[in-house]
């Protein structure tokens, strides 16, 4: 619970607008898509994990999620499968290089499940025997659980685009498929399919802050108190979230913010501090690294102006 919360809101308002002013970056480019989304679209959403709800800026667009479906499939795939399973097919290291660099660890495992090989080899592992229908089904209502009400959808055309321009990511999946990395029997066509529905699930940001609010909750969604992941995939996510969910600039968001957080290339943010709220933060322009240049000052100026998650005031 955030004891004054309308305080805490005030303050969130008044750094939503000092970020405004920021217009560096731009947009991905991609795919035409995303290279139409308006590129000084901004919301910024909270969600604690008692409830309590705020949010500012175009709150009612829907973005694709882009990477921040990494930290979700990976949690799903935990949630079935357990550590044993999931891990000797992704390691949980930060890779030091960009999200897509055609890359594995010495065991020929993709680095971490929040950088696409990693992310497409979580892919491979969610209900790997059910038909490509039921598979996204199962994400899409897990989204909406997270979410806690019906405000996460999917975008047809941004999946088609991923599909038609994903030359690296077939890349990766063959570069894995020949180091042996995936479980016996995978599928690459379905498993990519699937990683690039994944990335078109769209969300607003109040939706998002839930999604992060049920992350700081422990895996329990505070908006309908219904269980989605087990304890523990919920906090393993946390820390690969906190060491490698901004690509390679995730040192330097640890040093600097010091919270588990995801970002997307549609210009999506959401990031946990447990056991107090779920915050979401939604702006396309981006910086060289593929993070939303708003999103990532917004989260520099949240972590100055409150000591959360212990980091002492300065
Ligand atoms: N769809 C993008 C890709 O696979 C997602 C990457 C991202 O958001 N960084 O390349």
Known sequence: MIPDFTAFCGELARLFEDVRQHRGGGVASYIPQLARADVDGFAVAVCTIDGQRFSIGDTTTRYCVQSTCKPINYAIALD????????????????????????????????????????????????????????????????????????????????????DTADRNFALAYFMRENGAFPDGTDLKATLDLYFQCCSITVDAPGMATIA??????????????????????????????????????????FTVGLPAKSGVSGALFITIADVCGIAIWSPRLDALGNSVRGVEFARRLAKAFAFDGLPET
């Open 80 to 163: 079935q499968l357990g550590i044993d399973t999931v891990h000797p097919h992704v390691g949980r290291e930060p890779s030091g290089h960009s999200f897509n660099e055609i890359t594995l660890n010495a065991r020929g495992l993709p680095h971490n499940p929040m950088i696409n090989a990693g992310a497409i080899m979580c892919a491979s592992l969610i209900a790997p025997d059910l038909s490509a229908a039921d598979r996204f089904d199962t994400v899409l209502q897990t989204w909406g659980k997270l979410a806690g009400q019906p405000s996460v959808g999917f975008d047809n055309a941004v999946f088609l685009s991923e599909r």
């Open 213 to 254: 609010a049920t992350f700081a909750n422990g895996g329990v969604c505070p908006l309908s108190n219904e269980r989605v992941f087990t304890a523990d995939p919920t906090k393993n996510c946390l820390s690969l979230m906190a060491s490698c969910g901004l690509y390679d600039f995730s040192g330097e968001f640890a």
